[in-house]
């Protein structure tokens, strides 16, 4: 059974930085994407970055030049580093996990709150 698990969320100033992380265990396809969502009360779920094997990263375009995504393959963890946040980026974060083909698995981690305020 595939867990992820994610630390790192808490309160923070605007301005301020945070950095997740997301530990997978159990079994799964070596070759595969993590990457992180959030959301917030009343709004969709929304990609904010990924990360696979090759390697290819993507982001959305509120986060772009603000975090940064990486990965430790032999540690099977997942880290998404947050710097100058912003009010906007309060939300749940989500770790999430897709196999690449023939499986095409699909996990999520129990998310962890991201609040900055001041």
């Known amino acids: 059974q595939v867990q992820l698990v994610e630390s790192g969320g808490g309160w923070v100033q605007p301005g301020g930085s945070l950095r997740l992380s997301c530990k997978a265990s159990g079994s799964f396809a070596s070759m595969n994407t993590m990457g992180w969502y959030r959301q917030s009360p009343g709004k969709t779920r929304e990609l904010v970055a990924t990360?696979?094997?090759?390697?290819?990263?993507f982001y959305a375009n509120s986060v772009k030049g603000r975090f940064t995504i990486s990965r430790d393959n032999a540690k099977n963890t997942a880290y998404l580093q947050m710097t100058d946040l912003k009010p906007e980026d309060t939300a749940t974060y989500y770790c999430?996990?897709?196999?690449?083909?023939?499986?095409?698995?699909?996990?999520w981690g129990q998310g962890t709150q991201v609040t900055v305020s001041s």
């Open positions: 999430h996990l897709l196999e690449s083909l023939p499986r095409r698995g699909i996990y």
């Open positions: 990360h696979n094997t090759r390697p290819f990263t």
